[in-house]
């Protein structure tokens, strides 16, 4: 799975939001989402929104390790003025 795969899997869900994919092999991705559908969430919570997406490609091993980077606009906000 290529990086420009799972930014547009994760996009669709979230088409008003700022996604970020990166990967230095195609096997290994970090992603950031920043999205206020991660209010009140869990970060278990926020972690499966995205997993579910790319469902077969997690368990097939077509994405060996995915990290996930995951705000709220609110939580993002506080990040980067600390």
Known sequence: MLVEEIQMLIQAQFPKDEVSVK???NTHFEALIISDEFKNKKRIE????IYSLLGDDISSGRVHAL?????T??????KCSS
């Not at 926020?46 to 929104?49: G, I, N, S, V």
């Not at 990290?67 to 705000?71: G, N, P």
């Open 67 to 71: 990290s996930l980077k995951t705000y």
């Open 46 to 49: 926020r972690q499966r929104m």
């Open 73 to 78: 606009k609110e939580e993002w906000g506080e």
């Open 23 to 25: 990967s230095d092999d």
